[in-house]
């Protein structure tokens, strides 16, 4: 009876694990600097990639549920972040108007606030931004050898394969959707909203971006606007090599502005990572939570202790 009470409180636990998969982490300091951003886990290793070539990742991790907002940006400046402004938007409304290599810099800080190594090796001087390369010992390297994040980095950008995967993929793990609210039909422009199917988009009846937590219906994995409200920075470069330092970089999902075309799987835009815009923001992906790892282990300790239960009562 023991070891049966003890696999039930097991599964208990696991079952709620699974039913709340949004991790909030926190990060800045004190009381009223202090900020979470919220991350959903993104799994099913493996899985192939889209018809149009991009959503394969053979690794589980995170993907902020969130576009990064203003006040985010404006906290992590309070506690020492330096030389990231974006300011086009306020408050929970998304923080744009940044470079790819300010957006990179807000990811280093979540690294070092947190105690962990940085991810991207930058450099600020005489007013700009400017990107080494790892060497290839420090290099990522899962999923194939990546020269801009750090292996040891535990908060990155989202590369191209891993937003487009959060984005797009169909949970049954047959195909893909065409648009990031889970589903292949025209999401319903709206200015604001939770609605499922709904996306912040539509031209000139969209006058600005709403909040992070108001910017539409869902995807598969439970991410909120990777279509619409702001185009996002991946990490990747536009030829998907990240070889060089200088390389454009990939934007993907479309903004409050734009139609609905830019909101599809097949939208592909870039910039210089020099390069702001009131239009351009960005989400952080991580690696997953350790805790997860462990909820395995224990699962599958669980799981033998209940079949020596079963055979031997």
């Given at each position: 009876m023991r070891i049966f009470h003890c696999v039930a409180v097991f599964f208990a636990a696991f079952s709620l694990t699974i039913q709340t998969s949004v991790q909030a982490d926190t990060f800045g300091g004190g009381t009223t600097n202090e900020f979470t951003v919220d991350f959903v886990s993104?799994?099913?290793t493996n899985n192939a990639a889209d018809t149009t070539g991009y959503g394969a990742v053979p690794y589980n991790y995170r993907v902020g549920t969130y576009e990064i907002s203003q006040?985010?940006?404006?906290?992590?400046?309070?506690?020492?972040?330096?030389n990231v402004s974006a300011g086009a938007w306020t408050n929970n409304q998304p923080a744009a108007n940044l470079s790819w290599y300010e957006a990179a810099a807000f990811v280093n800080f979540l690294n070092t606030n947190s105690g962990k190594t940085a991810a991207y090796d930058l450099s600020f001087s005489d007013g700009s931004w400017s990107m080494t390369l790892q060497s290839s010992s420090n290099a990522w390297t899962a999923g194939g050898t990546n020269l801009y994040r750090n292996k040891d980095a535990y908060y990155f950008l989202p590369s191209e394969n891993e937003w487009y995967k959060a984005a797009y993929y169909n949970l049954s793990g047959t195909n893909y959707f065409?648009?990031?609210t889970a589903s292949s039909s025209v999401p319903t422009a709206v200015a604001?909203?939770?609605?499922?199917?709904?996306?912040v988009y539509g031209g000139g009846a969209v006058t600005e971006p709403a909040a992070v937590t108001l910017a539409g219906g869902l995807s598969p994995y439970g991410t909120m606007g990777q279509g619409g409200n702001v185009v996002e920075w991946m990490e990747s470069a536009l030829d998907g090599s990240n070889s060089s330092a200088s390389a454009d970089r990939?934007?993907?999902?479309?903004n409050a502005f734009f139609p609905e075309s830019d909101l599809r799987s097949s939208f592909r835009a870039y910039g210089k990572p020099e390069f702001g815009a009131s239009t351009f923001g960005f989400r952080v992906a991580?690696?997953?939570e350790p805790s997860t790892y462990a909820l395995c282990l224990l699962g599958a300790g669980a799981v033998y202790l209940w079949k020596r239960w079963q055979r031997f009562p």
């Open positions: 993104i799994s099913q006040l985010q940006i404006t906290k992590a400046t309070q506690v020492g972040m330096a065409l648009y990031p604001s909203g939770t609605t499922s199917g709904t996306a990939t934007v993907r999902g479309g991580s690696v997953p």
